[in-house]
């Protein structure tokens, strides 16, 4: 049976969110797989180069504990996203996040996620934060038609993500491997994996960490 563990993540480092308490979770899980969610470019051979000749961590939080883990451990790495998001969804966040209320709750999320890490990303906690994170932003930005165009463009972005995991472990066996994915997304991609386990044929162990 293929294992797979959904990880929720962020992509900067932030206190106790830091890419050596990531690398301690990944460490322990020990996968052979890695999903994760990213574009094929965003580790490009010449950031391959620059770690493996000057020791230089990539940028992206979850990339630079993956480079922790591949000085001990041999891995493949499967990024899983077709297209970035959105200008719409630039367009918005500009918007809501002139809202005061807004800025508020994102930066509770931020001072959470400073003090308890990646328990707190991977928790109820978190995903209630971000539900009324999203519930201001459909307020904020009412009878426009950006709510709607961003959230068909989150679809679009979330959507390939798990087509392409599934895709990969149709014709690739495993024991053990990670998800990564950012917080934003963890309610959305747990509804996900729910409906891909109900109606797919490849047959996935899943474990959502933190529950």
């Known amino acids: 049976m293929r294992n797979i563990t959904f990880i929720s993540?962020?992509?900067?480092?932030?206190g106790e969110?830091?890419?050596?308490?990531?690398?301690?979770?990944?460490?322990k899980i020990n996968p052979e797989v890695v999903f994760l969610e990213a574009v094929e470019n965003t580790?490009?051979?010449?950031d391959s180069f620059l770690f493996n000749t000057y020791g230089v961590y990539h940028g992206k939080l979850e990339i630079s504990a993956l480079q922790k883990y591949n000085q001990t451990t041999s891995f493949i790495y499967v990024p899983v996203c077709e297209i970035g998001l959105s200008e719409a969804f630039d367009q918005k966040n500009r918007i809501v996040c002139?809202?005061?209320?807004f800025q508020e709750l994102i930066d509770k999320s931020i001072a959470l996620a400073a003090t308890h890490g990646f328990k707190f990303l991977n928790s109820l906690?978190?995903?209630?934060?971000?539900e009324q994170m999203r519930a201001m932003e459909t307020q904020i930005l009412g009878e426009s038609d950006l709510d709607k165009i961003?959230?068909?463009?989150?679809?679009?972005?979330?959507?390939?993500?798990?087509?392409?995991?599934?895709?990969?472990?149709e014709s690739h066996d495993f024991y053990a491997a990670i998800f990564m994915c950012g917080a934003a997304h963890r309610k959305s991609i747990i509804q996900k994996i729910e409906e891909y386990s109900c109606r797919s044929?490849?047959?996935?162990?899943?474990?959502?960490?933190?529950?």
Request: aromatic residues 12%; charged residues 30%; negative net charge.
């Open 98 to 101: 002139q809202n005061r209320d």
């Open 201 to 211: 044929e490849v047959e996935l162990s899943w474990t959502v960490y933190g529950e």
């Open 150 to 169: 961003v959230k068909a463009d989150i679809e679009a972005y979330e959507n390939p993500m798990m087509k392409n995991i599934y895709s990969y472990c």
């Open 125 to 130: 906690e978190s995903v209630e934060l971000q």
């Open 43 to 46: 580790y490009s051979e010449y």
């Open 9 to 14: 993540t962020i992509h900067k480092e932030i």
């Open 17 to 27: 969110c830091n890419a050596e308490n990531l690398f301690e979770i990944i460490r």
